[in-house]
Antibody, heavy 118, light 108 residues
Framework: EVQLVESGGGLVKPGGSLRLSCAAS????????MNWVRQAPGKGLEWVSS????????YYADSVKGRFTISRDNAKHSLTLQMNSLRVEDTAVYYC???????????WGQGTMVTVSS | EFVLTQSPGTLSLSPGERATLSCRAT???????LVWYQQKPGQAPRLLIY???SRATGIPDRFSGSGSGTDFTLTISRLEAEDFALYYC?????????FGQGTKVEIK
């Protein structure tokens, strides 16, 4: 079964750090660009970051640039989002999502909740 | 700044009716990179349409996408109970993605 499973969410104070992970299974991980998308409580979807198959191309939303770092380990079929200098407005469910050949996000994880609060 | 504006914000319809959702961009969009998703409460989004008009695997043919340039449409020909949900459009701009703010299709 094709699956993405996120982990690492939790409660953190403003200015703190958190590391999210996404474990992929059921497909050839190294063949797909990967992404992080977040959704604040009661709000819409916001693209956060993307990484190409061999990490050649990496992109970030302006809202997280300089604070978040995306990375991947193709040997371990895993995607990571290192989040530093967290702000209250980073509070959201964070989804990892696979990009198909068309760049559309065809497989999504169940999401992991990140709460930034003092 | 690239912005996608979806309208209406909420669509109140009855089962069996036709739903027409709009997604308008502030700049011309490459149709190959215009996507629609469906999201139900407590669930991750599900890919519906990619390339503006191609249905994803397993998506019923009552869902169709159309449009070009700055104006795109998602049509649900006959609403079924499971179609009442949130719908988002998305576009790829070369160095990142942008989502619309969503349209909620609710039962009238």
């Amino acid at each position: 079964e094709v699956q993405l499973v996120e982990s690492g969410g939790g409660l953190v104070k403003p200015g703190g750090s958190l590391r999210l992970s996404c474990a992929a299974s059921g497909f050839t991980f190294s063949n797909h660009n990967m992404n992080w998308v977040r959704q604040a409580p009661g709000k819409g979807l916001e693209w956060v970051s993307s990484i190409s198959t061999y990490s050649t191309y990496i992109y970030y939303a302006d809202s997280v640039k300089g604070r978040f770092t995306i990375s991947r380990d193709n040997a371990k079929h895993s995607l990571t989002l290192q989040m530093n200098s967290l702000r209250v407005e980073d509070t959201a469910v964070y989804y990892c999502a696979r990009a198909q050949w068309s760049y559309a996000f065809d497989i999504w994880g169940q999401g992991t909740m990140v709460t930034v609060s003092s | 700044e690239f912005v996608l504006t979806q309208s209406p914000g909420t669509l109140s319809l009855s089962p069996g009716e036709r739903a027409t959702l709009s997604c308008r961009a502030t700049q011309s969009v490459n149709s190959n990179y215009l996507v629609w998703y469906q999201q139900k409460p407590g669930q991750a989004p599900r890919l519906l349409i990619y390339g503006a008009s191609s249905r994803a695997t397993g998506i019923p043919d009552r869902f169709s996408g159309s449009g070009s340039g700055t104006d795109f449409t998602l049509t649900i020909s006959r609403l079924e109970a499971e179609d009442f949900a949130l719908y988002y459009c998305q576009q790829y701009g070369g160095s990142g993605w942008t989502f619309g703010q969503g349209t909620k299709v609710e039962i009238k």
